[in-house]
């Protein structure tokens, strides 16, 4: 028997995770909303959040 193919499943589970990312943040932001956290909180968030994935993705896709 053979031993995964460890890239591919990697890039399968970060296919998966971005699929969903939308919605989990999405809610997350409602969250922030619906608590009545500040603007600035809900910007802050909503750029970081993206910002943190797009390098570590970035990282991530240098190294295939």
């Not at 809610?27 to 910002?51: C, I, Q």
Request: glycine fraction near 4%; aromatic fraction near 10%; charge should be negative.
């Amino acid at each position: 028997m053979s031993a995964p193919n460890t890239k591919a499943i990697s890039a399968a589970s970060r296919d998966k995770f971005l699929a969903v990312w939308p919605g989990l943040r999405d809610e997350l932001l409602g969250y922030l909303d619906n608590e009545n956290m500040p603007k600035d909180a809900h910007d802050w968030f909503k750029r970081v959040s993206w910002t943190l994935f797009g390098v570590e993705l970035r990282c991530q896709d240098s190294l295939s």
